[in-house]
């Protein structure tokens, strides 16, 4: 799990390298301050793709050797970033790396596939945290780099750390894995939701992505959720570099990199958020993250005065963010862990749409009215994120995740607590299944089918 953590980590980075050098590349590209979110905008336009058409392949594919052979290309699409001669190829590029970069998610689905249901929040949670350090060092040191030996090296140097990586998991990874629906280490099989061998096919393992979405309203809310926050989050890491660059403050490359490093709390907010998951308080976390995002604001509108307010706001922000987004991936990864690529990378999509979002709406809004502008754009995609997990919590649609850990009456199925996608079925059909889950388990007590496991079986 540590490898794994440093390996997303590294991946993830590679997304955000750009964003203390935006300043640098519009000057060496000619791209106006209005242009410089695209740059970030086409990475996470790759990333969208990624998810859509690789992350699904985790429940088709060998994890190690999708993963290793996906940290190999990356590695060469950093060293065509690095070696960009002009804008149109360093957009291309930095589109590809995007697309597959998504090997961090990927991961993050192989780690929660190899843990226990019992300590899968903090599997989660520990390979999230260490996306988190990388986003957080992808900045500091894409500006020491820079600074030191010019903005190319930072990608050089990132796709020789990359092939270090592929070549440690290609050694570390179990030569097998679960394959999709096969129970985990320490889980009993049991009854799948749609047992249909047709899913294994490529083609209709992307389609079944959407139809998961379409069909479950858990993973819709938390992939509004997500989406939200992290068009959030990236208008202010999309956004710093400009105001932090000119007067009065004038920084340079290592300084404007070195503010990540003020999120480090959001490293810390996985791992406590993944210990909360596990003790069934996922929507307590929810609510209180996304009140502690709106908060982060206030500060964060401080920073033409005070460099110490953008260090608070983003320490606030960064955990609040991260605490959100390790509970929506477990929760969401409840609701078919036989499909829990599919399912995470579906909701990345939304991760990766919020993202753009921010970035682009952040550029405008600085070139049209400055860092004010910014401010309110952020502050609106919180608000507006605490506003519907307060809607979806009178409806209660997300609910909280405490019923995994619960048995569950045989008539009753209650929808806020993450098994809303389950059918309606007679009494003596859940009597039936209950009673088959509880004879596997070898005791007499009664499950969901969910809580059972979810091997493609009856």
């Known amino acids: 799990m540590p490898l794994l953590a440093l390996a997303c980590g590294s991946s993830v980075a590679t997304v955000y390298f750009a964003q203390p050098l935006l300043v640098t590349l519009g000057e060496r590209f000619g791209l106006g301050s209005g242009q410089l979110g695209a740059i970030v905008t086409v990475t996470q336009l790759g990333y969208a793709a990624g998810l859509l058409t690789l992350v699904p392949l985790g429940d088709l594919l060998n994890h190690r050797r999708l993963i290793t052979g996906q940290l190999a290309l990356l590695a060469l699409a950093l060293l065509a970033a690095g070696l960009a001669p002009g804008v149109a190829a360093l957009l291309g590029a930095l589109a590809v790396v995007g697309l597959l970069a998504v090997v961090a998610q990927t991961m993050v689905a192989a780690a929660a596939a190899l843990t226990p249901r019992a300590r899968r929040g903090r599997a989660v949670g520990t390979v999230t945290g260490g996306i988190v350090t990388g986003i957080l060092l992808a900045r500091a040191a894409a500006g020491i780099l820079a600074d030191l030996a010019g903005w190319r090296a930072v990608y050089l140097a990132s796709a020789g750390v990359t092939v270090v990586l592929a070549v440690l998991l290609l050694r570390v990874l179990p030569a097998s894995a679960p394959s999709a629906g096969a129970p985990t280490a320490g889980e009993t099989p049991g009854v799948t939701e749609t047992p249909g061998v047709g899913e294994r096919s490529y083609g209709r393992l992307v389609a079944s992505t959407v139809a998961l979405f379409v069909r479950h309203p858990l993973l819709r809310i938390r992939g509004a959720l997500a989406l939200l926050v992290f068009a959030a989050f990236s208008t202010l890491w999309s956004g710093t570099a400009q105001p932090l660059s000119e007067p009065p403050w004038s920084l ?117 009215a400055g860092w004010p502008a910014v401010t309110a754009l952020g502050t609106s995609f919180s608000l507006a994120a605490l506003l519907l997990w307060a809607t979806t919590r009178r409806t209660g649609l997300p609910g909280d995740n405490s019923a995994l850990h619960r048995p569950s009456n045989v008539d009753r199925v209650d929808p806020g607590d993450g098994f809303d996608h389950l059918p309606e079925t007679s009494s003596a059909r859940w009597r039936s299944e209950l009673v088959r889950c509880s004879g596997a388990n070898g005791g007499n007590r009664r499950y969901s089918r969910t809580d059972c496991g979810t091997a493609d079986q009856s």
């Open 252 to 368: 340079s490359h290592t300084a404007i990199g070195a503010f990540g490093l003020a999120g480090a709390a959001g490293a810390i907010a996985a791992g406590v958020a993944g210990r909360w998951n596990d003790r069934g308080l996922a929507h307590r976390t929810t609510g209180v993250g996304l009140a502690l995002l709106a908060l982060s604001w206030l500060p964060i509108a401080l920073t033409r005065q005070s460099l110490w307010a953008l260090a608070i706001g983003a320490v606030l922000l960064d955990f609040a963010v991260q605490a959100v987004h390790v509970t929506n991936q477990t929760l969401i990864h409840a609701v078919r862990p036989d499909a829990g690529s599919r399912i995470i990378g579906g909701y990345m999509v939304f991760y990766s749409a919020g993202s753009s979002l921010g970035a682009l709406g952040s550029s405008l809004a600085y070139a049209a």
